[in-house]
Structures are given as C-alpha cells and as structure tokens.
C-alpha cells in the first residue's frame, strides 16, 4: 500500500479504540472468564493462529482485532500482513497471532467481531467508491451508525476510500426537515444560527424540493443535502446552484443507482447504508 493511502487510513487514537474494545470482552467474559478455554487448555502451551478472509473485500477494524489480543494477554504477537485499507482476495492471510493458546482463543470473537462487521462497512464503500469513479462525486458516510461504534465506523469507511460526513450534532449545523417546520421556514432557521454560531462552524441545509433550494441559495450556506430527489431534478439542482453552495445527494443510493447520481454533477453523495447495513464480510481465525 502507498504511503498516501497509509496516511487516509490513519487510525483513531489509542484512547478512543481500547475503550470499546475493553467493553466487547467484558461483556464476553461475564463474571467467570473463558471456562472453556481455561479448563481445556493447559496454561503453558503456546500456539500460532492465521487471521484470513474467506472472501474477497477491502479489510478494516485489524487495529481492533489487535486490541483485543493485546487486552487479553499483552505477551500476544499480533503481526499484520495485510493492514487496514488493503484490497484482498478470498483466502487472504491478514495477520499471524501467536502466543499462549488460551489467550488466543479467548480473544478471537471479539477480535472477528470488530473485524468482520467493520471490513464489511470498508467493503461496500470502495464498491460504491469504485462505481463513481472518473465523476467529482466523493462518497461520504452519515451518522447512521451503531451506538459507540461511530470513531470507527468511520474509521472503516475512510479504509474504503470514502469520506466522513460530520461525526456529531456539535461539529457542524445541519438544518434537516423537521428543524425547518420547527423553526418556521430556511431563512429563519438560517438566521438563528448565525446568530450563536462561531465562524469556523459550517451550514448544510436539507431540501427536498427546488424551490427549497433555491431559498437556501439565497442565505448562502456552505452545503445543500438533496433529499431523495429525482435524476432530473439533481441535474437542475447543479444549474441552479452554479457552484454557489457545495452539493450533497442522499436517498435510494445503491450500488445500481449511485453512478446516475454521480453523473448529474453533485459534490457529494451519502449514504447511511454503508455504516448501518453492510454485508459482514467473512473472516476467519484458524490454528
């Protein structure tokens, strides 16, 4: 992998990964620890294990799979073969583990656990990724996501090439639907915001319709979500817009349907199935 594509990659900090992972065998070890493996498996005998996709994807969460091993047992060797962010084929090594067997196993689910679901996520955004390609539109993902999982969902979407929307409610101003009924239409809710927020703090507003757009043109937002339009009216959505705010296309984005969305000319495309929907992808860990 190139330096460049290490570098997108770039995991969160330690301190936001070990928590979760903390958690995930907490839960897993209950009140006795792994009976099975303690009772099974004498304490002196060491072991080697192989990580391997079983299918072809794009791999991420090997940063958590190491987390957890490392938890466990801290004498654990965990050695990366094919790290976050690589394409691989079916039957992939993708790490080697060895050290005392008990550790090993008590360690494997929740190292597959994190492992699978989140190079799932990284698999179906490079597809996504891959069906734009030769447009200007960046995949990005949403906040559509599992509780507690968000730093590394997204983490998981950037190791498919795609990119992070905002990570919560505080780092930008979305303004969606509801908040316009709330507040009594575009302009007035536009207006408030203004009103508290500092001037590093961005604007997106959420349209569904073109005239709704072409109000939120006028109060000169950063961003406009078009919300389940229709192909000719993203088309006329980029017209009118001439560059203006930056353009972001959301709603029915499938494999089938995201280079159509791409084509009409938006910035962005989002797309919460990657995070809250992707196939597992198959991994397994064997001795």
Known sequence: MSSTALAFTRPPPALL????????LEEDLGRAGDITSDLTIPADKQASARLVARKGG?????????????????????????????????????ATIS??????????????????????????????????????????????????LRVLQKYAVRCGGGFNHRFGLDDAAMIKDNHIQAAGGITQAVARLRAGLGHMVKIEVEVDRLEQLEEALTQGVDTILLDNMALDDLRR?????????????????????????????????????????????DIGLDF
């Open 17 to 24: 990964i070990y928590p979760q992972v903390r958690a995930a």
């Open 58 to 94: 794009r791999i991420a969460g090997l940063i958590c799979a190491e987390a957890a091993f490392r938890l466990v047992d801290p004498s654990v060797r965990f050695d990366v073969s094919a790290p976050d962010g690589s394409e691989v084929t079916a039957g992939a090594l993708l």
């Open 99 to 148: 050290g005392p067997a008990r550790s090993i196993l008590t360690a494997e689910r929740v190292a597959l656990n994190f492992l699978g679901p989140l190079s799932g996520t990284a698999t179906l955004t490079a597809a996504l990724v891959k069906a734009v390609e030769g447009t200007k539109a960046r995949i990005v993902c949403t906040r559509k996501t599992l509780p507690g």
């Open 237 to 281: 959505a980029v017209v009118l817009a001439k560059g203006k705010a930056v353009l972001e296309a959301s709603g029915n984005v499938t494999l089938q349907t995201v280079r159509a969305i791409a084509e009409t000319g938006v910035d962005y495309i989002s797309s919460g199935a990657i995070t809250h929907s992707a196939p597992n992808l």
